[in-house]
């Protein structure tokens, strides 16, 4: 009889208590968040066609807050690991187009300026807060990484959860994997092994 999220909440909790990752840190989804990360490559192989064009122009970031914002729309939970790409690639695109039209409100003239200041002022320190690993964590890098070449941020902090409160949940074990995965450039078949 108890409210759905209340539920929901228990039950992750319990899972993450029995598992004793408050002991030894051990992440029960860190598979699914590993094939998660594999299969957001493909997804982001299908946005630079999109995004090359605009790296070093005004509108660049606005695109990579849009971008960010709406890499929430493909979680874990909606779009699981070994979806197809193309679809997954599709739908976002589908989602990139429609953005403005599902706002309720658009402060992303507000946002732009105050990267304007910072980087009139030589760059800041900016906190994202980080939600889901796989596709949605490496939106969150690319908009990361476009703060810091255009001069906005000095410093970027990744505000990730303590511990796994769902499936799909950011660590900053995510973060580092993601990472290392990324850089290594093995599309994420390290990550599986």
Not at 73 to 87: I, Q, T, Y
Not at 113 to 140: Q, Y
């Amino acid at each position: 009889s108890a409210p759905w999220a209340v539920t929901e909440f228990y039950l992750y909790r319990r899972i993450v208590a029995i598992l004793r990752f408050f002991e030894n840190g051990f992440d029960p989804f860190s598979k699914a968040k590993s094939a998660g990360l594999s299969s957001a490559v493909g997804s982001l192989e299908a946005l630079a066609p999109r995004v090359l064009p605009v790296l070093d122009s005004p509108e660049a970031s606005a695109l990579f807050l849009s971008i960010s914002l709406w890499g929430n729309r493909m979680d874990l939970s909606l779009w699981p690991a070994g979806s197809n790409v193309a679809s997954v690639a599709g739908a976002f695109q589908g989602v990139l187009d429609a953005a403005t039209e599902q706002l309720l409100a658009d402060d992303t003239p507000a946002v732009e300026a105050r990267l304007a200041a910072l980087r009139s002022r030589g760059g800041g320190v900016v906190d994202l807060v980080v939600d889901n690993a796989g596709f949605e964590l490496c939106t969150d890098m690319l908009l990361a990484d476009h703060l810091i070449s255009s001069g906005a941020a000095k410093e970027v902090r990744f505000r990730v959860k303590h511990h796994p409160t769902f499936v799909s949940d950011a660590l900053a074990a995510d973060v580092r994997d993601h990472v290392n995965t990324l850089a290594a450039g093995d599309g994420g078949s390290a990550a599986l092994a």
